[in-house]
Structures are given as structure tokens and as C-alpha cells.
């Protein structure tokens, strides 16, 4: 899913973690290549806990650069930052600076557990328990003696 950033976007849902390539985000940068001339496009990206801001893959074409989601960009759960940047020679423009968001996801899944293990082997030996009971009571006579 490609989702086209408005100028007045503030915050990124970069998705959840462990997403790889499911959130494309595509930045209008035609006024950048009118004013400046042909440039390289960078998007800097510092996830939540990162002590520095580093560079992702992009892809640049006809005045749009596209940012797609890969899951080390999403690898930490929390709000970090993105910033845009446009470099022609010397010349160096920045966008503002984005919120970022990555939700946390569920571990990589393990083993199945024993389906005799909690609530089923509770209910179990409550069935278990139950079963003994009604069978002594129907095994004894009216007089408490047992056959």
C-alpha cells in the first residue's frame, strides 16, 4: 500500500513490527527538482532508543521519492523520526521532521503448547473427579454397602 504524504502530514504509521515492504510512502518532490535542478533525494530515519538517524533505501522518479517500509525500519516498536532531504551539489534541503510510528507485534511463534496444560488439564480432572464420584455412588446400595 502506497500512501501519498501531504505537505501537512506530521506522524508516519510505519505499520507493525516485522512488516517487510507491506507500506510504501510517496513524497511530492517536484517543486524541489523545479527550483534546485536534478538531485539525489535522502530519507534519514532514527527508530525510538536509536542514538543516530541512518539512511533508507528509496526510490526517486518523475518528482516523487518513494519510502518502502522494510522491517528493520519498523524493528522497533514506538515513535521515532524521519526527515526528507534533497541534496543538489552544495545545496541541501530538508522537509520537516516526522513523527514515525511503529506498532509492537508478536514474536517470531514457537512451539504449540501441550494441549493438556491450563484450563485443559484443570477441566480435566474435574471431569476426571466427577466421573469417580458418580460411579462409587451408583456402585454402593441403599444401605452404604459397595458391590
Not at 502530514?9 to 507500506?23: F, Y
Not at 527538482?33 to 518523475?62: M, N, S, W
Not at 516498536?77 to 511503529?102: I, N, P, R
Not at 480435566?124 to 460411579?135: D, G, R
Request: hydrophobic fraction near 40%; include cysteine.
Amino acid at each position: 500500500m502506497t500512501i501519498n504524504v501531504a505537505p501537512s502530514t506530521s506522524a508516519l504509521a510505519l505499520g507493525k513490527q516485522g512488516e517487510n515492504l507491506a507500506r510504501a510512502f510517496a513524497f511530492d518532490i517536484s517543486k524541489w527538482v523545479e527550483e534546485f535542478g536534478d538531485g539525489t533525494a535522502v530519507l534519514l530515519h532514527q527508530r525510538k532508543g536509536d542514538a543516530a538517524p541512518y539512511p533508507c533505501t528509496i526510490t526517486q522518479g518523475d518528482g516523487v521519492a518513494t519510502w518502502a517500509v522494510t522491517s528493520a525500519d519498523n524493528a522497533v516498536a514506538g515513535k521515532g523520526k524521519a526527515e526528507l532531504q534533497y541534496v543538489v551539489d552544495d545545496v541541501v534541503v530538508k522537509s520537516h521532521t516526522f513523527t514515525t510510528v511503529t506498532l509492537a507485534g508478536l514474536e517470531e511463534a514457537g512451539e504449540a503448547p501441550d494441549p493438556e496444560t491450563g484450563w485443559v488439564a484443570e477441566l480435566l480432572e474435574s471431569v476426571k473427579a466427577t466421573v469417580k464420584e458418580t460411579i462409587a455412588e451408583n456402585l454402593t446400595d441403599g444401605d452404604g454397602v459397595s458391590y
